[in-house]
């Protein structure tokens, strides 16, 4: 069966830097794009990055273009979220999530980790 | 960039009634419209895609509706395990836009 299981959450002071791991099994992780989605304590989901099945693509959502960086390593089955700059509204429960569609950049979440807190506070 | 809003924010109902929840877009997205339901303190599930596709496991009292501004996510009969969260999501990935509604809780009366 798939899992996802993310690491590397924490608390951070506001500037600072996190990376968080994936590290998925039970389907063919070389297959399929990946994303990273977050909800802030008591709030609604927002989609964070998304790496295409080989790296060849990445997009991010406007709120943490050029501070956050989301890489995969196929030889390891394991998706990362490197977070630079951090501000306190990054606080959130960070998800990592598989694409629906192989070979595809579909944008549709079937598989979701537990997810991995990272809190932003001085 | 498009907006998507979910009505009710929140609705209490009985088990065994029927259930909709709208999603209304702030512009045409076709089809490109997905559900979740998130279970208080789990992880969000998908229950549909591209407006009515049901995903695989998924019980068939949850069906999904519409096109282009208005969708509808209907529980044909309500469950007690259906106590959640759901939230539509408008997705396109050229160029790439992925958009949550605020979401709707559901709750039993």
């Known amino acids: 069966q798939v899992q996802l299981v993310e690491s590397g959450g924490g608390v951070v002071q506001p500037g600072g830097s996190l990376r968080l791991s994936c590290a998925a099994s039970?389907?063919?992780?070389?297959?399929?794009?990946m994303h990273w989605v977050r909800q802030a304590p008591g709030k609604g989901l927002e989609w964070v990055a998304f790496?295409?099945?080989?790296?060849?693509?990445?997009y991010y959502a406007d709120s943490v273009k050029g501070r956050f960086t989301i890489s995969r390593d196929n030889s390891k089955n394991t998706l990362y979220l490197q977070m630079n700059s951090l501000r306190a509204e990054d606080t959130a429960v960070y998800y990592c999530?598989?694409?629906?569609?192989?070979?595809?950049?579909?944008?549709?979440?079937?598989?979701w980790g537990q997810g991995t807190l990272v809190t932003v506070s001085s | 960039d498009i907006q998507m809003t979910q009505s009710p924010s929140s609705l209490s109902a009985s088990v065994g009634d029927r259930v909709t929840i709208t999603c209304r877009a702030s512009?045409?997205?076709?089809?490109?419209l997905a559900w979740y339901q998130q279970k208080p303190g789990k992880v969000p599930k998908l229950l549909i895609y591209?407006?009515?596709t049901l995903q695989s496991g998924v019980p068939s009292r949850f069906s999904g509706s519409g096109s282009g501004t208005d969708f509808t996510l209907t529980i044909s009969s309500l469950q007690p395990e259906d106590v959640a969260t759901y939230y539509c999501?408008?997705?396109?990935?050229?160029?790439?836009?992925?958009?949550f509604g605020q979401g709707t809780r559901l709750e039993i009366k």
């Open positions: 999530a598989k694409d629906l569609m192989d070979y595809g950049d579909y944008f549709v979440f079937d598989y």
């Open positions: 039970g389907f063919t992780f070389s297959s399929y794009g």
């Open positions: 790496i295409r099945y080989d790296g060849s693509n990445k």
């Open positions: 512009q045409g997205i076709s089809n490109y």
């Open positions: 591209a407006a009515s």
């Open positions: 999501q408008k997705y396109n990935s050229a160029p790439p836009e992925v958009t």
